[in-house]
């Protein structure tokens, strides 16, 4: 039985790191090309190192189902329309270079990844599954040794272990620390006065915001200003469910029926 690493990239942000990093270029058509380059250029250094099997997320449309759950959630809005163009060439450059992609529309490019990583980690020819984005968010996939993350600009691994030792909370719980805490880049506040710290310290002891005790008198966990705290997670409950709704990635996304469809098919 073939053992095999699975990586799946997340195309946005690469495209997004490649855009800022690199000096402007365009092609005979005068559209602006020097991000899908770069994008290619790095994923084929993967296959260079050794990586065989990956797959490629991206959000061919910015918006998906979660704004239609919050009015302040992340859009297109604001982005650099060379930047925006760059999308739907970078998919069709990907394809053609061999490279399994996967456009999102209703869902974002962070649920493919958590659905291929889910789905991947679950075919016993599978070693390793490598999430390669920095996003918080895919924290809450980690699984011990099995499905780690990796930050390909600092080349850090973050196995379970290293997820609990980033955020104080265990994967299980990251959701339930974005909810509280907040994603900027996401367009969700969070609730006030629930910083990293105090989240991670009441997360560590009860795992999730529903597990939290109404009243601080009962939190066995020291935090400063816990009455506030409890009193502002009372008020906002619903808010923070919602919140928490929308940090968590969805994994039942079909992508693919056997993981050797992510095989590298591509010249060397």
């Given at each position: 039985?073939?053992?095999?690493?699975?990586?799946?990239?997340?195309?946005?942000?690469?495209?997004?790191?490649?855009?800022?990093?690199?000096?402007?270029?365009?092609?005979?058509?005068?559209?602006?090309?020097?991000?899908?380059?770069?994008?290619?250029?790095?994923?084929?250094?993967?296959?260079?190192?050794?990586?065989?099997?990956?797959?490629?997320?991206?959000?061919?449309?910015?918006?998906?189902?979660?704004?239609?759950?919050?009015?302040?959630?992340?859009?297109?809005?604001?982005?650099?329309?060379?930047?925006?163009?760059?999308?739907?060439?970078?998919?069709?450059?990907?394809?053609?270079?061999?490279?399994?992609?996967?456009?999102?529309?209703?869902?974002?490019?962070d649920d493919a990844l958590a659905a291929a990583a889910t789905a991947a980690a679950g075919d016993p020819r599978v070693e390793r599954v490598i999430i390669c984005t920095p996003d918080k968010d895919l924290a809450q996939c980690v699984r011990g040794t099995r499905i780690v993350q990796l930050n390909r600009r600092t080349r850090t691994y973050f196995d379970e272990?290293?997820?609990?030792?980033?955020?104080?909370?265990?994967?299980?719980?990251?959701?339930?620390?974005?909810?509280?805490?907040?994603?900027?880049?996401?367009?969700?506040?969070?609730?006030?006065?629930?910083?990293?710290?105090?989240?991670?310290?009441?997360?560590?002891?009860?795992?999730?915001?529903?597990?939290?005790?109404?009243?601080?008198?009962?939190?066995?966990?020291?935090?400063?200003?816990?009455?506030?705290?409890?009193?502002?997670?009372?008020?906002?409950?619903?808010?923070?469910?919602?919140?928490?709704?929308?940090?968590?990635?969805?994994?039942?996304?079909?992508?693919?029926?056997?993981?050797?469809?992510?095989?590298?098919?591509?010249?060397?």
């Open positions: 039985m073939a053992i095999v690493n699975v990586h799946v990239v997340d195309g946005t942000y690469e495209l997004f790191r490649h855009y800022y990093a690199l000096p402007s270029a365009r092609d005979a058509d005068g559209r602006e090309v020097a991000a899908v380059r770069g994008v290619l250029a790095s994923i084929r250094s993967m296959v260079r190192e050794g990586a065989t099997h990956i797959g490629v997320a991206t959000d061919h449309v910015i918006e998906s189902f979660r704004n239609g759950l919050w009015p302040g959630y992340k859009t297109g809005e604001g982005i650099d329309p060379d930047l925006f163009a760059q999308f739907p060439l970078l998919e069709e450059a990907l394809v053609a270079d061999g490279f399994v992609v996967w456009p999102m529309v209703e869902f974002e490019a272990a290293g997820i609990v030792a980033k955020f104080g909370v265990p994967p299980a719980s990251i959701p339930d620390y974005l909810a509280l805490v907040g994603d900027a880049a996401d367009g969700f506040p969070g609730l006030p006065g629930w910083g990293a710290k105090s989240t991670a310290a009441v997360l560590a002891r009860y795992g999730h915001i529903e597990a939290i005790p109404a009243n601080s008198r009962d939190w066995n966990v020291s935090v400063a200003s816990p009455a506030k705290l409890a009193e502002i997670l009372r008020r906002d409950y619903e808010l923070a469910l919602l919140f928490r709704t929308l940090a968590t990635l969805r994994t039942d996304i079909k992508l693919f029926d056997d993981v050797e469809a992510l095989r590298w098919n591509g010249r060397p």
